[in-house]
C-alpha cells in the first residue's frame, strides 16, 4: 500500500488516502500520514509542528521531514543528511488564475505553456518552500526555477536546490527537492 523510493540519503514514502465515509477530509490525510510515519518509524511516532508549522519528527528533530498530501494521495520525504520538501498535487483550473502570482513572467513564458508543465512548476515551488524553511518568501522573486523545465536547478533567496525527482502518479505530480 505504501510505495517506497529512496534518492540517496533521502527516503520518500506515498500511500493513498483512503475513502472513509465517517472521516473528514482533513482526519483521512492525517491517517495517511500516520500510515506512512509508522512504516518508517514505528506506530508510537509522533509528529509535531514548529512554530513556523513545519513538521518534525517527535524525538528525531535531526531528521528533516516534509509531508504533503492531494486529494488521493499522501507523501512524507524525510533526510538526516539535507533539509527535503515535497509537494504533491492534482491538476486544477484554480492553478491558471494563481499562476501569475506564483510564477515570474520568464518563467508563466516556459511552464505557463501546458497544464503538465504548470502543475509541474506549482509542485517545484510548493516543495522548493517547504524545504527553504524561510517564512514570508515571494513565490515570484525569492524562488526561482530554470528556464528549462527539465533542470534539477533552482534557486531560493540565493540558495541551491536540487529537484531530486518529479514523478506522474495517476491524475498527481510530486516534486521533491533538496537544498544543495
Not at 504533491?88 to 513572467?105: C, F, G, K
Amino acid at each position: 500500500m505504501i510505495e517506497v523510493f529512496k534518492y540517496d540519503d533521502i527516503t520518500l514514502g506515498v500511500a493513498p488516502i483512503l475513502a472513509d465515509a465517517g472521516q473528514t477530509r482533513a482526519e483521512r490525510e492525517r491517517a495517511a500520514v500516520s500510515v506512512i510515519v509508522a512504516h518508517f518509524f514505528g506506530s508510537n511516532a509522533g509528529i509535531g509542528h514548529r512554530e513556523s508549522g513545519a513538521p518534525y519528527l517527535v524525538g528525531h528533530e535531526d531528521i528533516s521531514l516534509t509531508i504533503s498530501h492531494s486529494r488521493d494521495y499522501a507523501a512524507v520525504a524525510f533526510s538526516a543528511v539535507r533539509t527535503v520538501g515535497v509537494d504533491i498535487e492534482q491538476w486544477r483550473e484554480q492553478l491558471v488564475r494563481v499562476a501569475p502570482r506564483v510564477l515570474s513572467e520568464s518563467e508563466m513564458a516556459v511552464y505557463g505553456a501546458s497544464s503538465d508543465l504548470l502543475l509541474r512548476a506549482w509542485t517545484m515551488k510548493e516543495a522548493l518552500y517547504k524545504a527553504a524553511l524561510t517564512p514570508g518568501l515571494d513565490f515570484r522573486r525569492d524562488i526561482v526555477l530554470s528556464p528549462h523545465p527539465t533542470s534539477t536547478a533552482a534557486n531560493v533567496a540565493g540558495r541551491p536546490f536540487t529537484i531530486i525527482t518529479t514523478l506522474p502518479l495517476a491524475t498527481n505530480t510530486l516534486t521533491l527537492v533538496a537544498e544543495g
